[in-house]
């Protein structure tokens, strides 16, 4: 990254809108601040998460003297863009500072045609209420289990109802929508025979979510027959992503994935043998960096032809065109793609698939087993509770974007972006508080209480009110399990039946049926009632009744008690609050922290991760440096970032920093840059990137490392260690 | 005693009389400056310095001599009010930031042979300046290119005429081109260049007839004159009242620059 020039000329540009549509405006002056604060953690470590909201102010000189009362009238609520460039010699090339709206509108005096403007980030939209659907699955691959979701996917949702998309939403000629980020089911499509195979989501090099490998099938809504052209588009999370889509029960495939940098590969299994083929692929200019979208044309039974492009509307790269045996069944469906997200089958080439994402969400590393009992809330309470529980932040940035970003990136587990040093900086304030200093921290969280059973014994729902049913008729119960949720139902079976020996009492769902409503008369046939039970959500469940005898029945047994029965495997409910403490004793705590990571952490290694860290995090107090002015501007560092901050001649300071907090503004002639610092410990791989550095990897080797530094005494070694996030 | 400053609306330019000689001229260019913990000092300019110009009219200057001045502090000039430093007309009248982008291919620079000078960037492709023109007086407007031998570099246009092409001249390599305009009457010169071959735009003023100050194979840097002004109202000491005609006074005036260079 360049530096700018000792003697530079600093150049911005502001656009807004006061109520007549976009225009470059004379400003006289704006500031921009980002600060990552809130999310009820105490404060030197809610330094390291929590979220923020820019907002500024521009004073602008309108040369039409626009006022209210004007024919052409100025207003506040449009949108400002702010760009600002630093000067590094090269042709000036300005870097987004905001992407704001403008709040309030302000003329200070009648006499000049000074306007004041207030702007901040629009999370307007973001108020949006949010209903967290309720989400169980469970396969039966492998033993039964429910399948994880990534708390990440609740800020999806979040950010979706606020109208900022991770990946581009469902279009209108889709047949198959599955966003993957976070959760595995279809958006559009059904989702099937859903296992779970561990290390299930990522996060990819631009801090997007992504599935690793599917873990079931995804059936599309319609078939996907020879002479007919569909397009699958997704986001790639790592190399070699790839999509297979299927014949019924897998019988034909057609896997398709882009391998190197410069080709694409195609792969066909017609039933006995399988064809592959490479074709070329070039990153096509204005594409979304990892976004790729291939044409499948079935030509024939016996012909299928592939081409790729990476841009809205960009050139197809030459067909792979492959003849195999013949592959005449319909394509229905999808059980294997690796390292994806944002998949989309459609049968037309909707340029909305392209559109822009409005939220970059990583993994959170979270993963909920059920999403019960969540409720409704709006979507920016919902965003901040999910990233503060999972020690991340979630922010909007510098381009209007919604950004999440979990916790191992905010304690800074990445390399560093930069570095600054003593002559990057006009000085480095720093202050240590003994305020947030805690003897004993407690991590409260709420997993689920699942039931998992193998016999269809989880009674989920039972009927309070009988149910009669006119000879021959069907009727409907819609049952409402609440907050609760359940997944493969069970068959039902008459109360008194035990079928063979298959269904003992107490387990699989039950009915029962009399002929007067007070119960009595003759038990009907095992067969008189037929019950199908359809699951519409996994809290939801449609119970339809056929009453197949010639007279009328009451769905209740002998007594006259209501008796329908739902039961399932796999059943699960809000559950109750864990409570996990470390340090001095509750008797003998004195400044105790207490912090509710609520039910957006259900695993118990997450929640003893978080512990630990907030633990080392409150034990003794860490410095924080407010204000610290940049001398030598630079547009690319972005809140959020992990730095290092070198300076062995004034304060020895030498780690890694977390931009906490950004202030820019600009002047006649100046654009300064002031900063927030929070110092982070140093990681496990902090120490191995080190020693990787240092070309150790023996014991002999550190040992003769450390003497010749004359580290002889663990104070010295402590102090080394400590060092190792400024190397 | 004609001093070579012209005032008013660029289509009624009046020459001031009676000037006293030594003009201040002082620049105020916004600048900021940051020094290091280390202890080094970094500097950011902005990109523009608008100028001041302090004139002086002793001893004794009559009413008629300031009456323009006067008009233009009083706002009621029909136009906006433009302000020429002929002797700085002779040197470039273009804007600075319009002779050359302020661009860094390389950090060692190097020398222009052609001028003499270090090398100065290639002007930007497409960019447009407008300055305004007096009539009956000659003006010639040079630059460097690299480009072919008749090829189009750009256009000139007198107010409302057709857009008359620049041509690359004979020869090959870097190589000075110029043309020269006399509009009949007071006009706007927009000047377009269409390439990313030509550097050091330079437009003068002729001294009288079509000599100029100095040969087309010379570069000086952009003094942006004609540039809109401010008249700040006049100081004046009342000196005497004579029993016939006007009384006389002294009058310091200010002319401030406004406005953005190189659009009218």
Known sequence: MAVPRPDSVPQSTVSVDVGAGAETAEAATWSVDRDLSGGGLPGQVRAASGFAVGSGQVSMHDSQVRTAWTTSRVRPGGSVSIDAAEDTGTAYSQRPVARMVVTDLEAPSALSTERALTIADDVTSMRAPVNVPAVLLSGTAGGLDTVSTDAAWLIYLAAKAGGRHAVPPAVSSAILVAPLCGYFAAEVGATSDVSDPGLFWGTDASGRIYCRQAAGTLTLTEPFAVGETVYVTWTEGRWASHVRLETASAAATIDIGRIGSTQFQVSIFDGTSSTTQVGPWAQQASAIPGRMQFRIVRTSATSTSVSIRSSAGGAWSSAVTITHASVAGPIVQSSWFEEVSGLQVTRAADSALWSAAGATIASSGSLLQAVVGFGQTDAWSLAQAVAASTMGAVWIDETGTLIYRARDLMRGSGVSVGTITADGVTDLPWSLSMQDVA?????????????????????????????????????????????????????????????????????????????????????????????????????????????????????????????????????????????????????????????????????????????????????????????????????????????????????????????????????????????????????????????????????????????AQGITTFDALDTWLLSLGGL | MKSGLWLGPYGG??????????????????????????????????????????????????????????????????????????????????????????????????????????????????????????????????????????????????????????????????????????????????????????????????????????????????????????????????????????????ATVTLREVGIPGVI
């Open chain 1, 439 to 707: 003897d004993r921290v407690e991590v409260t969280y709420q997993p689920p209480a699942i039931s998992l059973v193998s016999d269809y014994s989880a009674t989920v729902w039972t009927a309070d009110k009988a149910v009669s049913i006119p000879a021959g008729k069907t009727r409907t119960v819609y049952a409402d399990l609440g907050t609760a949720a359940a997944d493969q139902l069970a068959p039902f079976f008459p109360l008194w039946s035990t079928n063979f020996g298959l269904a003992p009492a107490g387990t699989y769902s039950r009915w029962a049926a009399a002929t007067s409503a007070s119960g009595g008369g003759v038990t009907p046939s095992d067969t008189a009632l037929q019950v199908t039970a359809t699951r519409l959500s996994p809290s939801r469940v449609r119970i339809d009744i056929r009453n197949t005898t010639a007279s009328t029945l009451w769905t209740v047994d002998g007594t006259g008690t209501p008796s329908l029965i739902l039961r399932a495997n796999v059943s699960a409910s809000p559950g109750e609050p864990v409570t996990i403490a470390a340090g001095a004793t509750a008797d003998a705590a004195r400044n105790p922290v207490t912090v509710d990571l609520g039910p957006y952490v259900q695993d118990d290694a997450f929640a003893a991760e978080a512990l630990a860290w907030l633990q080392s995090m409150t034990t003794a107090p860490q410095p924080v440096l407010d204000d610290v002015d940049i001398t030598q501007v630079d547009m690319s560092i972005r809140l959020g970032d992990v730095r290092k901050l070198v300076d062995p001649s004034y304060t020895g300071i030498a780690a890694k920093v977390l931009v906490a907090g950004t202030h820019l503004s600009a002047e006649p002639g100046s654009l300064a840059q002031r900063l927030r610092l929070v110092v982070l410990l140093p990681m496990f791989n902090d120490l191995d990137r080190a020693l990787a550095t240092l070309g150790i990897t023996t014991f002999d080797q550190l040992d003769t490392y450390l003497v």
């Open chain 2, 13 to 250: 330019m009046v020459e001031l009389d009676g000037v006293q000689a030594a003009v201040p001229v002082s620049q105020a260019r916004p600048t900021r400056e940051v020094v290091s913990l280390a202890g080094s000092r970094f500097v950011q300019r902005a990109r523009r310095g608008p100028r001041e110009w302090a004139l002086t009219f002793a001893p004794w200057g009559a009413p008629g001599l300031i009456a323009v001045l006067q008009a233009a502090a009083q706002g009621i000039v029909n136009g906006d009010v433009w302000f020429l430093d002929e002797a700085a007309a002779r040197v470039n009248m273009l804007p600075p930031e319009f002779t050359a982008p302020r661009t860094m291919s390389s950090t060692a620079g190097s020398i222009d042979s052609l001028t003499g000078l270090p090398s100065l960037a290639n002007v930007t492709t497409g960019q447009v300046v407008v300055m305004p023109l007096r009539g009956g007086v000659n003006y010639r407007l040079t630059g460097i290119t690299t480009s072919t031998s008749g090829t189009t570099i750009g256009t000139t246009k007198l107010g409302a005429a057709s857009a008359v092409n620049v041509v690359a001249p004979a020869g090959s390599g870097a190589r000075w081109w110029s043309t020269t305009l006399a509009p009949g009457s007071a006009t706007e010169l927009t000047v377009t260049i269409s390439v990313s071959t030509v550097r050091n735009l330079r437009l003068v003023q002729a001294v009288t007839g079509t000599t100029y100050a100095d040969a087309a194979t010379v570069w000086l840097p952009g003094q942006g004159t004609p540039c809109k002004v401010q008249v700040v109202d006049p100081e004046r000491t009342l000196q005497q009242i004579l029993t016939s005609g006007h009384g006389r006074q002294d």
